[in-house]
């Protein structure tokens, strides 16, 4: 008899969030253990790009980039551009395997002084895994992957704020249509879901001595859509429906020089994994996806307690040299009962007139961490300026000017 199939499933979920459990959780573990609140398709929460990738996965309210679309598209609305293409790649978990990888293309285009449109598309490949007998046979080998398309539509709200609307499509393949002899619960298929992100932005800056400040915040409410089944409907997962919350704060130094700092906030809107009476756990299957948004802030076993545990905080300063060179460092923390991802991230930039280069290194705290020597490239193209045609940009100021660059 072959192996059944969702086990393997558990295992690839486990490798991916470095979690120690995403299974059983005993009833004396509940509010005082391990209780890592476990979704399908977490990929969707991985940092896909290198800058705020250097800043310890912080990016919502950091300023406008190609690369906004995964953060807050909202900041679209207030990008200095009229148009850009950036990709990235990620090799994952290599202190594991060699083989799994993330790739991200994300765009903008330019409708007028106020409003964007984006797209990106999310690829993940989670390398080869061979299906085997209780033998230890190979009877079936898969290549399984993942992925998402998304399109956002930005729009200034007011010389301050804006605000997003991303829809997306997402695909997971984790069986490559493999099914056992004899059928059963191991004939499993691809799993589909629609989603739709709902995001603000929001910045005001100052001069004094002759040096710019801005302050800017960010909201992101991401993956709000059905859950998903890999067995034609009989069990439906919910996917990482999640709250972004942050700020930022950018001030010059000099003619030269400047610095920014920012910090986020994260927190899985999903009901919390619950402890049942014969020692297994489970969500409830039946909890809509808004009931589980609004009671995953007061779901948790271990009371107000454990759901502050549930919030992941990360943050990082980037400096930039003369608007080419960028040094950034971050730091990401989780607490040790729900997942335990502590790291600290260093990065570098260099832009230049009309492309963009940038990579980021993960720095686990622990020993033996499967994240450590992650690297992301990250590589951008501000097509506005291709040709030396230069493009128009972003609305305009908070003191009312136009904003150009050529």
Known sequence: MMKNFKSIVVAVLMMFFVSNVIGQIKKDEVGGGQNIVSTAVPFLNIAPESRAGGLGDAGVAISPDINSQHWNPAKYAFIDGSMGV???????????????????????????????????????????I???DESGNVQFEAKPNEFAFDLAYSRVLSDHF??????????????????????GSAQLQAGNSFAADVAFYYRTSWHKNRKESEFTA????SN??????????????????????????????DEYNMIMATVDMNKLLVPSVLSLPNDTTATNDNTSVISGMFTSFSDAPGGFSEELQEIRLSGGIEY???????????????NVNKGN?????????????????????????????????????????????????????????????SRKRH
């Open 86 to 128: 950036s990709f990235s790649f990620t090799p994952w978990l290599r202190e594991l395997v060699n083989d799994i990888n993330m790739y991200y293309l994300s765009y903008y285009y330019r409708l007028g002084d106020m409003q964007t449109l984006s797209a990106s598309l999310r690829y993940f490949s989670l390398g080869n």
């Open 130 to 132: 061979s299906f085997t």
């Open 162 to 183: 804006s605000g997003a609307v991303a829809f997306r499509y997402i695909r997971s393949d984790l069986s490559n249509n493999y099914s056992s002899p004899g059928g």
């Open 218 to 221: 960010g909201i992101n409410i």
């Open 224 to 253: 709000i859509g059905s859950k998903i089944s890999y067995d034609g409907g009989t069990t439906k997962e919910f996917i990482p429906t999640n709250l972004k919350l942050g700020v930022a704060y950018r001030m010059e130094l």
């Open 320 to 334: 930039w040299y003369n608007k080419q060179f960028a040094l950034r460092v971050g730091y990401h923390h989780e």
């Open 341 to 401: 991802r502590k790291f600290a991230t260093v990065g570098l930039g260099l832009k230049f007139n009309i492309f963009s280069i940038d990579a980021s290194y993960i720095i686990p705290m622990q020993a033996n961490n499967p994240l450590a020597n992650t690297i992301r490239f990250s590589l951008g193209f501000d097509l506005s300026k291709y040709g030396g045609k230069g493009g128009s940009v972003a609305y305009k100021s908070n003191r009312g000017r």
